[in-house]
């Protein structure tokens, strides 16, 4: 009977330990100065830090070293700003942003190892999304993206990539103020790529170095800053 009760003992100080832990962990995810913010870039991630009624202004993910994502890995969470970056991602499962959708403003996949991008991805319509930043990849084409909708989105950042061919998907996207194609392989822009961006203000193709376009031959819109 003695013995049994030590056990006892020893397992719930164990559970309240555990517990503990646990709660201390999430804790290490928040900000007291910044409340809305959910940092958790060096730490693993439980259910039991989430809170699936919340929308966080800010959940950061990056510099975890993972390979994958995948929907699972977002444990319930809603937020407006995903921060991925800094990770060795290579591969994203299909959907795996899908519960974002109506939240969503901006998507940060900067400094992962992505070789494409693929509308499966999304697999539904970024209503609200503003900034997609996927610079310092290895992304080669984006030719998987005619049924990704994106009215809103303003300022996309493809620097730092190995883009051999302007992605002509991008003139359905007419809300864009900012495209960043800079530190690619391009050799050449459509005359017609930027018909229809009549909101495209600032456009960045430089560090292209078999890039040769002239003026006279791209049509541009007025007040583009290149």
Known sequence: MYSIKILYFFTLFFLIKQLSSSEQSCQECYS?????????STY??????TNNTFVWDIVDFSSQNRRTFNSSQLVFLQMKSLILKSNSIENISNSSFKSLSSNLIELDLENNRLKFISSKWFNTTFEYLTKLNLASNQIETLTDLDHVYLPNLQQFNLSNNS?????????RWTSLTTLDLSSNQLSSVPRYALVGLTNLTWLSLASNRNLSCKSNMIIFQKNLYV
């Open 32 to 40: 007291p100065t910044k409340p809305s913010i959910f940092n958790c």
């Open 44 to 49: 693993l991630l439980t259910r039991n830090c």
């Open 163 to 171: 883009i051999e061919h302007f992605p002509n998907e991008i003139h």
